[in-house]
């Protein structure tokens, strides 16, 4: 398995559990999450993510994410996120630190165009 599939498998273990030890797992202390590449600042630092992770429970999404492109610094993944009324298509980025945690995150998603 590569850093890139260990890094999104244990994500996707995070994100379903909400478990703040495998949220610590994924990051480290001084990294950015970018929910947004065009955001003013991103949620800066372990602590801070730790506490957005905790106050983004949502509802049960169904998702589904695989590694497009990786190598020892970054990572591209796409998947799709359903939340049942809204559905989402990704492009995340991962930018890893030597320890394979993410220093850098950065998320892409879109919601389907609207046909009319």
């Given at each position: 398995?590569?850093?890139?599939?260990?890094?999104?498998?244990?994500?996707?273990?995070?994100?379903?559990?909400?478990d703040e030890a495998?949220?610590?797992?994924?990051?480290?202390?001084?990294?950015?999450?970018?929910?947004?590449?065009?955001?003013?600042?991103?949620?800066?630092?372990?602590?801070?993510?730790?506490?957005?992770?905790?106050?983004?429970?949502?509802?049960?999404?169904?998702?589904?994410?695989?590694?497009?492109?990786?190598?020892?610094?970054?990572?591209?993944?796409?998947?799709?996120?359903?939340?049942?009324?809204?559905?989402?298509?990704?492009?995340?980025?991962?930018?890893?630190?030597?320890?394979?945690?993410?220093?850098k995150f950065v998320?892409?998603?879109?919601?389907?165009?609207?046909?009319?």
């Open positions: 398995m590569t850093r890139a599939q260990e890094w999104l498998d244990g994500y996707l273990r995070a994100w379903r559990s909400y495998e949220v610590r797992a994924l990051f480290t202390d001084d990294a950015e999450y970018w929910f947004r590449p065009n955001d003013a600042e991103p949620t800066r630092g372990i602590e801070a993510i730790v506490e957005m992770w905790d106050s983004d429970r949502g509802d049960d999404p169904q998702f589904d994410f695989e590694v497009l492109i990786e190598d020892d610094r970054l990572a591209i993944m796409k998947g799709h996120v359903d939340y049942g009324e809204k559905h989402y298509t990704n492009m995340w980025e991962v930018w890893f630190a030597p320890d394979g945690r993410a220093q998320e892409w998603w879109m919601l389907p165009r609207k046909r009319g």
